[in-house]
């Protein structure tokens, strides 16, 4: 069992930046991908960025790439996503997950992901 618990979230203006935090604590045998997901009022969840832990790579949705970027830091089981040049598209939930992934091309889909975290809002005003 994995808990992940998020923080950094918050409002700001367009154009600004956050920087969200995700720590893991628990049982992480067999996880190797850590993902950053966000969901909006009547959409579905989407993934934004993923990491793997067991190798060198990263992939991003391209709705953030140039903008965002995933990195983790192993000596606090914490990943972070920095996020610049916020615009109102982004304001949404945004959920930290863990999970098993295989191929990085499919780590930014749900069903790669068994853990996730209770969430942070970001809203960006205009």
């Known amino acids: 069992l994995v808990d992940l618990v998020e923080s950094g979230g918050g409002s700001v203006q367009s154009g600004e930046s956050l920087k969200l935090s995700c720590r893991a604590s628990?049982?992480?045998?067999?996880?190797?991908?850590m993902g950053w997901f966000r969901q909006t009022p009547g959409k579905g969840r989407e993934g934004v960025a993923a990491?793997?832990?067991?190798?060198?790579?990263?992939n991003y949705d391209d709705s953030v790439k140039g903008r965002f970027t995933i990195s983790q830091d192993y000596s606090r089981n914490t990943v972070y996503l920095q996020m610049n040049g916020l615009t109102p598209d982004d304001t949404a939930i945004y959920y930290c997950?863990?999970?098993?992934?295989?191929?990085?091309?499919?780590?930014?889909?749900?069903?790669?992901?068994?853990?996730w975290g209770q969430g942070t809002q970001v809203t960006v005003s205009s």
């Open positions: 628990g049982f992480t045998i067999g996880i190797n991908c």
């Open positions: 990491i793997f832990t067991d190798r060198d790579a990263t």
């Open positions: 997950a863990a999970g098993g992934c295989g191929d990085p091309r499919d780590s930014l889909y749900r069903d790669q992901y068994s853990f």
